[in-house]
Nanobody
Framework: QVQLVESGGGLVQAGGSLRLSCAAS????????MGWFRQAPGKEREFVAA????????YYGDSVKDRFTISRDNTKNTVYLLMNSLKPEDTAVYYC?????????????????WGQGTQVTVSS
């Protein structure tokens, strides 16, 4: 089993920045790629970013491309999401997810483990 714990969420003004962290524990040797998703009230969970095991391949949702950056530190079993130029529409609960198989993916169904989420609120 793998446990994922997100941190770093909070309230920020539009145009500001936040960095989310996701620490993995448990059978972390089974994790190959990780991703971030978000869910706003009344909406489906949306892909934000994903990163492969080595960190060499990254993918972003269209709405966050050029503003968000995903990275990972395998020595700490931690993945990060740096969010710049935040907008009110970025307000959501942000979830960290991990896959047991090689290759970063962009859909909810392709991830095996999920964190509890961290709230990000962007005020206008």
């Amino acid at each position: 089993q793998v446990q994922l714990v997100e941190s770093g969420g909070g309230l920020v003004q539009a145009g500001g920045s936040l960095r989310l962290s996701c620490a993995a524990s448990g059978r972390t040797f089974s994790i190959y790629s990780m991703g971030w998703f978000r869910q706003a009230p009344g909406k489906e969970r949306e892909f934000v970013a994903a990163i492969g095991w080595s960190g060499g391949s990254t993918y972003y949702g269209d709405s966050v491309k050029d503003r968000f950056t995903i990275s990972r530190d395998n020595t700490k079993n931690t993945v990060y999401l740096l969010m710049n130029s935040l907008k009110p529409e970025d307000t959501a609960v942000y979830y960290c997810a991990a896959r047991r198989t090689i290759g970063a993916r962009t859909t909810v169904a392709e991830y095996d483990y999920w964190g509890q989420g961290t709230q990000v609120t962007v005020s206008s």
